[in-house]
């Protein structure tokens, strides 16, 4: 069974900065593509951050957010600072990997107000 679970999202201030955590069991993430999605309210979800042969960002983040993995955790990792409140939302780890089920976490809530 695969699972992937997020961790770290909570309340912070603009201009604030959080890492959020994908933790990933029953997959070798090093063999995936890894992104970030994030949903608002009443929005679609949307790609934040993606982590294949290469890293790629939304315009949105570029310059505020880093992504990386470590294989040897089998996590994917998030550091998002300069936080605003358009980043509110509810962050989705993503494993793809080509003719296979893509899988998705259940999401932790970011919430960027003063």
């Known amino acids: 069974q695969v699972t992937l679970v997020e961790s770290g999202g909570g309340l912070v201030q603009p201009g604030g900065s959080l890492t959020l955590s994908c933790v990933a069991s029953?997959?070798?993430?090093?063999?995936?593509?890894m992104g970030w999605y994030r949903q608002a309210p009443g929005k679609q979800r949307e790609l934040v951050a993606k982590?294949?042969?290469?890293?790629t960002y939304a315009d949105s983040v570029l310059g505020r957010v880093t992504m990386w993995r470590s294989n040897f955790e089998n996590t994917a990792y998030l550091h998002m600072n300069n936080l605003k409140p358009e980043d509110t939302g509810v962050y989705y780890c993503?494993?793809?990997?080509?003719?296979?089920?893509?899988?998705w976490g259940q999401g932790t809530q970011v919430t960027v107000s003063a």
């Open positions: 029953g997959i070798t993430i090093s063999v995936y593509t």
């Open positions: 982590m294949g042969e290469f890293t």
């Open positions: 993503n494993a793809w990997l080509s003719n296979t089920r893509e899988h």
